[in-house]
């Protein structure tokens, strides 16, 4: 019986040192899934073959007396924003700006932390919502809610890219120039040998049913002012490297849509600067795969 006693002592005392019991700390919210959001700017609908070639496995028809050396195409009216997509209450309305941050964890909201260099809890706060809502806003990302949406996560991934984009060594270190395609993290760029010449910038490529083709092609048809057989849309700075397959410009977002037919879309400026840095019979290599595609 004494020692029954005793033992409950130092039960006792022990429970007593070990203090209050933990209160349950309530679960992160669950981060929106890319499938439940819609764009945070409403707009009118784009069309779908808009900015490219019609038919990925047709050779590009140059009208006579037309040459690479064409006239500038024209300019974006105005430079051009990219849209997040977000929680369908967290809509912004057109010519409105976003008042106040928001609450929501986007998708990407640990890829934003890291990269921010805020603690790596998956879990939207106050502070990473000012510091996701200022590199938004730096990248001209609207509505800049702080919202770790797919395109803030695409952007995040561009600039994790810019110190060495082969890391990984996918591309093969040529002495020729070599434009290095990337499907899986949607970003090409330059390289001859090791040294990158041209700096990784977004593309878009094919969407679904219209991937763009992978392997190891060389540019055989450089068109400055191009414009599409079929849906007579313009192509700016087409640079042909398989059959139809061109990396060349786009006017609309290019965070926007599913994807291309099957060329690689750049911006009109990317493809611009991209066109000053590759020649005729430069390499294009292309891998990975599309994320959804």
């Known amino acids: 019986m004494k020692r029954t006693f005793s033992a409950l002592l130092v039960c006792a005392s022990l429970l007593v040192v070990a203090g209050p019991p933990a209160v349950a700390v309530a679960p992160s919210p669950a981060a929106y899934a890319v499938s439940d959001l819609v764009p945070g700017i409403p707009g ?42 977000v929680p369908r209450s967290e809509v912004v309305r057109r010519g409105t700006r976003a008042s106040s941050c928001s609450r929501s964890t986007g998708p ?42 797919p395109v803030t996560g695409a952007v995040v991934r561009l600039m994790r890219a810019k110190k060495d984009p082969n890391r990984a060594g996918h591309c093969p270190e040529r002495p020729e120039r070599t434009a290095c395609v990337d499907l899986d993290r949607q ?68 965070y926007d849509g599913p994807g291309s ?18 020649k005729k019979s430069d390499i294009v290599h292309v891998w990975g795969r599309k994320p959804g595609v």
């Open 44 to 85: 009118g609908p784009r069309r779908a073959e808009e900015g490219d070639t019609p038919d990925r496995a047709l050779m590009p028809r140059i009208p006579q007396g037309r040459t690479a050396e064409d006239p500038m195409p024209r300019r974006p009216r105005e430079r051009q924003w990219h849209i997040e997509y």
């Open 261 to 278: 037919h099957g060329c690689v879309n750049l911006t009109w400026t990317d493809a611009r600067k991209l066109w000053d840095v590759l």
């Open 187 to 254: 970003l090409m760029w330059v390289q001859q040998g090791e040294q990158v010449i041209f700096p990784p910038v977004a593309i878009r490529s094919g969407r679904p049913t219209m991937e763009t083709r992978t392997g190891t092609y060389r540019i055989y048809l450089r068109h400055r002012s191009h414009t599409s057989n079929l849906y007579h849309t313009p192509m700016p700075f087409a640079q042909f490297f398989d059959r139809g397959e061109a990396l060349h410009g786009v006017y609309e977002d290019i």
């Open 108 to 149: 990407y909201q640990r890829q934003a932390e890291r990269y921010l260099r805020r603690d790596v809890d998956g879990r939207q706060s106050t502070g990473d919502c000012r510091a996701i809502r200022r590199f938004q806003q730096m990248h001209r990302i609207a509505p800049a809610t702080g919202f770790a949406g």
